[in-house]
């Protein structure tokens, strides 16, 4: 054990998993579980506040892959990686102006739920599919991998011995009140999980910023950060620009221009507009403006996150990486791999002082914790809703239907701690998430946003782009992972960016479902096809100068950075 983490830090870590267990019990049985109806479970009873909802979004979103691997992104490649975040705030109010009103008239309990309304029965079910095997195999082992690797380093000695130890018990820790509270023990435990972990953020990026000059300061640690690598604070790169420690050019996780103008929007669009386990708070929200309201207030927390995710990475980077040599051995995987994602834990390790240790260390694990929770109600969500119902139970009771939700939930849980493990001696996690989850979101968000606006896209035409997304998207990745090389076949793959790539299988996806659908229909308006109106995307007046200063924010932002 680490001997800077005192009895002080073990004493806070238990009181805030004291206080976080309790709040969701509470809230949980408020009613009696034979009283709990399916929408009180998957979906808080429709009864969420704005500042719950905004807080629950960020809560949901920041989590280990941001605390740790957008810090590891930081360390390799700079504030670029920011865009995830900046971009996601202009995103999220295009999805409350333009997605949230369909959504909330349909009264879906889940995405997969609104392609049936749109589509078809069987092309809900292949996203039901796509999605839990993408919640299950890449976002909760990567959250519990990369979790699970900042407690090693933090609270051990970083040599991987606490590592089956921390997944177990991140896992238990968010199966203890989620499981059976559902939604609403999620998001409300969300409220108290977000301040902390913006708390924590702050105070580790402060302290960690007071360590670049001899005299401390956190404005002078800001100007020498600038002074020592004016290049890591490049918003658009250019080719060669950053050389990452691992002697890869950055420009390949983040194409220039193709970040503000490609495929960020695919991923940033299917994130936060079609992610269940995002979107599900605002389907919960007590009212459409109240929904509005919360997106607003999440999307102006969005702005801040960079300060706590990815400025730490850049000052571990300065204070590490000298003369093309890593001076911690932390940095330094079992091949001479160089590991970006050890920046947070190693300055939360070397630098935050014993007390504040274990307020930092309750901060990342309320975000792991929360992203976990979020993650498994939506999975139980999605299975139940979505196959459970229609395929195995029609008639399911409202008792039955929750208890199916839980032991999704459980099972799922369990594989991803069975996997979780096998995500060692990855460079960049938060990237590789990035590339495996573009494999399937150029597709799902084609048919979304061909569902929603283009009234003569069929349901064949949706089935056969969707399906055919997953072929393209994998052609383009031939090229850049060198599967091909040295084989006959080698020149007929490109090799592009992955960012590149998602935009590419997007537009491609979006021609097919235009294609087959004329094909099917004669260019006739389909059946199911949605009648929009100009007064369906009214927002109050307060959204709209929410969302004119967001937007005069960001354009700042990239014009100091560019």
Same mark, same amino acid.
């Given at each position: =054990?680490?001997? *800077?983490?005192?009895?002080?830090?073990?004493?806070?870590?238990?009181?805030?998993?004291?206080?976080?267990?309790?709040?969701?019990?509470?809230?949980?049985?408020?009613?009696?579980?034979?009283?709990?109806?399916?929408?009180?479970?998957?979906?808080?009873?429709?009864?969420?506040?704005?500042?719950?909802?905004?807080?629950?979004?960020?809560?949901? *979103?920041i989590s280990a892959e941001q605390f740790i691997g957008m810090s590891g992104s930081g360390f390799a490649i700079g504030l670029a990686i920011a865009s995830y975040e900046w971009m996601a705030a202009i995103t999220l109010i295009i999805v409350g102006k333009f997605f949230l009103p369909i959504f909330i008239e349909k009264r879906i309990y889940t995405i997969p739920e609104f392609v049936e309304h749109r589509f078809s029965k069987s092309l809900k079910t292949i996203l039901a599919v796509f999605w839990i095997s993408l919640f299950i195999f890449v976002n909760l082992t990567s959250v519990l991998f990369l979790g699970a690797k900042a407690i090693d380093t933090i609270v051990g000695?970083?040599?991987?011995?606490?590592?089956?130890?921390?997944?177990?018990?991140?896992a238990l820790f968010a199966a203890a009140y989620s499981l059976w509270g559902g939604l609403s023990a999620v998001a409300w435990t969300?409220?108290?999980?977000?301040?902390?972990?913006?708390?924590?953020?702050?105070?580790?990026?402060?302290?960690?910023?007071?360590?670049?000059t001899p005299d401390g300061g956190i404005i002078k640690g800001f100007q020498h950060l600038y002074t020592v690598v004016p290049e890591k604070f490049s918003m658009i790169l250019s080719k060669g620009e950053i050389i990452t420690p691992d002697g890869r050019d950055a420009w390949w996780d983040l194409p220039g221009l193709s970040v503000l103008i490609g495929g960020m929007w695919v991923a940033n669009l299917y994130y936060w507009g079609f992610n269940q386990y995002?979107?599900?708070?605002?389907?919960?929200?007590?009212?459409?403006?109240?929904?509005?309201?919360?997106?607003?207030?999440?999307?102006?927390?969005?702005?801040?996150?960079?300060?706590?995710?990815?400025v730490p990475g850049i000052v571990a980077y300065v204070l590490n990486y000298q003369e093309g040599a890593v001076l911690d051995p932390t940095f330094i995987g079992a091949d001479g791999q160089i590991l970006n994602d050890s920046a947070a834990p190693w300055l939360i390790s070397k630098f935050i002082p014993v007390g504040l240790k274990g307020l930092v260390l309750a901060a990342l694990i309320a975000a792991i914790v929360s992203s976990l929770a979020s993650m498994l109600n939506s999975t139980s969500t999605i299975f139940t809703m979505d196959i459970y119902r229609p395929y195995f139970n029609r008639n399911a009771s409202n008792a039955k239907t929750v208890s199916v939700g839980r032991i999704t939930a459980a099972f799922a849980l369990i594989i991803a701690v069975l996997i979780a493990p096998q995500l060692s001696n990855i460079g960049q996690v938060f990237q590789y998430i990035q590339e495996y989850t573009?494999?399937?979101s150029p597709g799902i968000l084609?048919?979304? =946003?061909? /569902?929603?606006?283009?009234?003569?896209?069929? *349901?064949?035409?949706?089935?056969?782009?969707?399906?055919?997304?997953?072929?393209?998207?994998?052609?383009?990745?031939? /090229?850049?992972n060198g599967w091909a090389n040295g084989t006959a076949i080698e020149s007929l793959f490109v090799v592009l960016p992955f960012m590149?790539? =998602?935009?590419?299988?997007?537009?491609?996806?979006?021609?097919?479902?235009?294609?087959?659908?004329?094909?099917? *229909?004669?260019?006739?308006n389909d059946g199911k096809g949605i009648a929009l109106s100009r007064q369906l995307f009214e927002t109050s007046k307060g959204f709209n100068i929410g969302a004119l200063v967001l937007t005069i924010v960001l354009i700042f932002l990239y014009v100091v950075f560019w």
């Open positions: =054990m680490d001997r *800077n983490f005192a009895r002080i830090d073990y004493v806070i870590l238990a009181l805030y998993a004291i206080i976080i267990v309790s709040i969701g019990l509470w809230v949980s049985r408020r009613k009696k579980g034979e009283e709990r109806t399916a929408e009180d479970y998957f979906l808080a009873g429709k009864s969420l506040p704005w500042w719950a909802i905004g807080a629950s979004l960020i809560a949901a *979103n000695v970083g040599d991987g011995s606490l590592m089956l130890v921390a997944i177990l018990g991140l969300d409220v108290v999980q977000v301040a902390l972990l913006i708390l924590g953020g702050l105070v580790t990026t402060a302290i960690a910023l007071t360590k670049l995002i979107i599900q708070r605002t389907l919960a929200a007590k009212s459409l403006r109240e929904g509005q309201k919360g997106i607003v207030f999440a999307a102006f927390l969005k702005l801040i996150i960079p300060l706590i995710v990815v573009g494999v399937v084609a048919v979304f =946003m061909m /569902g929603l606006f283009y009234r003569k896209a069929t *349901n064949k035409g949706a089935i056969i782009g969707v399906v055919l997304s997953i072929p393209i998207a994998l052609y383009f990745k031939v /090229g850049p590149k790539q =998602m935009m590419i299988t997007c537009l491609a996806t979006i021609g097919l479902i235009i294609l087959f659908s004329y094909i099917d *229909n004669k260019g006739a």
